[in-house]
């Protein structure tokens, strides 16, 4: 069974400090990786999205990777600013379910 | 790009009465879907899949005669809360896959459920 597990599970900064946001699964039998924000009350918004097949993915200040025979993925976000401020969610498709991780709750203060 | 529309995005209601959520996808079709529930300050976790003109498959633990699920077309899926009860009262989230791009997932915007 699939487990995915983030770590931390709850971080807060300064802005315009760079961080990192790790997941990790248990089964490297995916096909793909996708990386999810959700501010509180709200709905998933994607931010990237790596197929087993890629290393790393980038979109703007964003940037994950993917080691799929380590099970891990990293998040890595640039210059954070108070408005990256959610829950960071990582997600895996396996052969059938997309099974997400526990989260990590970002707080980034003025 | 794809859009999952999921309605209500809030109801209260009171315990024991029956509430139904919709999710469709507006512009493409989605032979699969999926609910997914969560509590606060915890991740989605799969309830049930739900396949486009047969039953849905449940994930453990899930009762399939409270939680109801039809998915009559290629663009529409249900999840019924029948009888529902305080413990109920979550965030409910569908999703869709697309059929021409099966290893992408299109989240709606979630329901939140408040059983008085």
């Known amino acids: 069974k699939q487990e995915v597990t983030q770590i931390p599970a709850a971080l807060s900064v300064p802005e315009g400090e760079n961080l990192v946001l790790n997941c990790s699964f248990t089964d490297s039998a995916i096909y793909n990786l996708q990386w999810f924000r959700q501010d509180p009350g709200k709905g998933l918004t994607s931010l990237l999205l790596i197929q087993s097949s890629q290393r790393e993915q980038t979109s703007g200040r964003l940037n994950a990777s993917l080691d799929k025979s380590s099970g891990r993925s990293t998040l890595y976000i640039a210059a954070s600013q108070p408005g990256d401020s959610a829950t960071y969610l990582c997600?895996?498709?396996?052969?059938?379910?997309?099974?997400f991780g526990t989260g990590t709750r970002l707080q980034v203060f003025p | 790009g794809a859009v999952v529309s999921q309605h209500p995005s809030w109801v209260i209601c009171k315990s024991g009465t029956s509430v139904k959520i919709e999710c469709r996808s507006l512009?493409?079709?989605?032979?699969?879907m999926f609910w997914y529930r969560q509590f606060p300050k915890q991740s989605l976790m799969l309830m049930a899949t739900s396949n486009e003109g047969s039953k849905a498959t449940y994930e453990q633990g899930v009762e399939k005669d409270k939680f109801l699920i039809n998915h009559a077309s290629l663009t529409l899926s249900t999840l019924t809360v029948t009888s529902a009860h305080p413990e109920d009262s979550s965030f409910y989230i569908c999703s869709a896959r697309d059929l021409l791009a099966k290893n992408i997932q299109y989240f709606g915007a979630g329901t939140r459920l408040s059983v008085l």
């Open positions: 512009d493409f079709q989605a032979t699969t």
């Open positions: 997600a895996v498709l396996g052969t059938d379910k997309l099974i």
